[in-house]
């Protein structure tokens, strides 16, 4: 994998188990997964965890849009969840790609 994206993973799964997230500094969501930055999402290469937070906000964001609507951060959210989600596909890509790779120089 590409060691230039590493990223601390024990921060971010310490962000992911957090019972309150907080975007734009203005509001505070109870039970909301963490509010991580485009740019972040784009150093993450380990494929469980970014499995793992797409998982929780596709459940956040399909337990509560009222409060999201409300506050007017539900496109923030799934920006989020879509980069996730690309950056997730991106990683099996590169992943595949690696393993065929080994896999034509062993053969």
Do not use: H, W
């Amino acid at each position: 994998m590409c060691d230039s994206y590493a990223v601390n993973v024990s921060a971010l799964y310490a962000l992911s188990n957090g019972k309150c997230g907080r975007i734009n500094n203005k509001y505070y969501i109870k039970n909301s997964p963490p509010y991580i930055d485009l740019y972040t999402i784009k150093k993450i290469t380990d494929v469980y965890r970014l499995k793992v937070l797409e998982q929780n906000y596709d459940e956040f964001l399909e337990r509560s849009p009222q409060i999201l609507l409300l506050y007017n951060i539900f496109g923030e959210y799934l920006d989020i969840r879509d980069a996730l989600i690309i950056q997730k596909n991106r990683m099996m890509r590169i992943l595949k790609l690696n393993e065929y790779k080994i896999m034509n120089i062993v053969y």
